[in-house]
């Protein structure tokens, strides 16, 4: 049974960073898709990075590049979401997921497995 944890997630003010963890357990960590979603309250959840299956490729969105930086460990099973020069817009609790079906996706429903989710709080 796959896992996903994440962890690393709080509260901080505006112009600070956090760095999310996401473990793996119970699969191979490579030969999926890993990303990171965020859902805001009243707001859909929305996609803002991911590393594709291959390994080789890193995606975000769009209004995130230059602050957010996604990358993995595979000898520790985790991925990350670095996240620097945060707004209260960032508030959100942010999903690690993961599909061994695609290369990589924007889309949440391509993506089978979740974690439960860690809350990320910025004060202005």
């Known amino acids: 049974q796959v896992q996903l944890v994440e962890s690393g997630g709080g509260l901080v003010q505006a112009g600070d960073s956090l760095r999310l963890s996401c473990t793996v357990s119970?699969?191979?960590?490579?030969?999926?898709?890993m990303a990171w979603f965020r859902q805001a309250p009243g707001k859909e959840r929305e996609f803002v990075a991911a590393?594709?299956?291959?390994?080789?490729?890193?995606y975000y969105k769009e209004s995130l590049k230059g602050r957010f930086t996604i990358s993995s460990d595979k000898d520790k099973n985790t991925v990350y979401l670095q996240m620097n020069s945060l707004k209260p817009e960032d508030t959100a609790v942010y999903y690690c997921?993961?599909?061994?079906?695609?290369?990589?996706?924007?889309?949440?429903?391509?993506?089978?497995?979740w974690g439960q989710g860690t809350q990320v709080t910025v004060s202005s």
């Open positions: 997921a993961r599909s061994e079906r695609i290369m990589w996706s924007r889309s949440q429903y391509d993506y089978s497995y």
């Open positions: 590393i594709s299956r291959s390994g080789g490729g890193l």
């Open positions: 119970g699969r191979t960590f490579s030969a999926a898709a």
